[in-house]
């Protein structure tokens, strides 16, 4: 079975620095997919990034990348410049052969002036 | 493209009653899944269709829940005899399979149920 774990509750970061939240996983599997998503109080869960396990280089997306270490099975994601906006819990999440997602438990991001 | 359709949005019914939540997916998708949502927890799988066929039923899903894909599009969740423990936020999302994005999961909005 695949755990995904996520070791900090909750993080904060000033407006307009950078915050790297952690994930580590495990898994049995050799492809698969890794995913961050936002779920702002409006509790919709947003897509963020997503790494597949086949690659090497890291995803990125606008002020959002990965440091994807398949070895350590570690996932980070790093927000850079960050705004107000970004204040939410943020999840990673597992997908391999069954296609179904395993989430971590999350960690609330504070994002202060 | 509309993205998950998900109502009721909010549902408050007394114990024991019976409750269904209505979900459409994106459109073409073929894959649909159920999650259950707690306060201060991340999303916990209950089930997932692909077209019309349920392939996979987690052991969280008790007999009184009941989840249908009749057509291979929308798809309705029903839980019956509701329990407080049932309180919770049910998400539904859907993925196109196949596709180089066929493993990436869109989510909707969400259900809130409440049981009183």
């Known amino acids: 079975a695949q755990t995904v774990t996520q070791s900090q509750p909750e993080m904060s970061v000033q407006e307009a620095e950078t915050v790297t939240l952690s994930c580590t996983y495990d898994t049995s599997e050799s492809d698969y997919y890794l995913f961050w998503y936002k779920q702002p109080p409006s509790r919709q869960m947003i897509l963020v990034i997503r790494q597949e396990a086949y690659k090497q280089q890291n995803a990125t997306e606008n002020r959002f990348s990965v440091n994807f270490q398949k070895a350590a099975k570690s996932f980070s994601l790093k927000i850079s410049d960050s705004q107000l906006g970004d204040a939410a819990m943020y999840f990673c999440?597992?997908?391999?052969?069954?296609?179904?997602?395993?989430f971590g438990t999350g960690t609330r991001l504070q994002v202060t002036l | 493209d509309t993205g998950v359709s998900q109502n009721p949005r909010h549902k408050i019914t007394k114990r024991g009653q019976n409750v269904t939540f209505r979900c459409d997916p994106i459109?073409?998708?073929?894959?649909l899944y159920w999650y259950r949502q707690t306060l201060g927890q991340g999303p916990e799988f209950l089930t997932y269709f692909q077209n019309e066929a349920q392939l996979e039923k987690s052991r969280l899903l008790s007999d009184r829940f009941s989840a249908e894909r009749p057509k291979g599009s929308f798809s309705t969740l029903e839980i019956q005899r509701t329990e407080q423990g049932d309180s919770a936020m049910y998400l539904c999302?859907?993925?196109?399979?196949?596709?180089?994005?066929?493993?990436?999961?869109?989510f909707g909005e969400g259900s809130w149920l409440t049981v009183v």
């Open positions: 459109s073409e998708h073929n894959r």
């Open positions: 999440a597992f997908t391999g052969t069954a296609s179904k997602l395993t």
């Open positions: 999302a859907s993925s196109l399979v196949g596709l180089p994005s066929g493993n990436t999961i869109y």
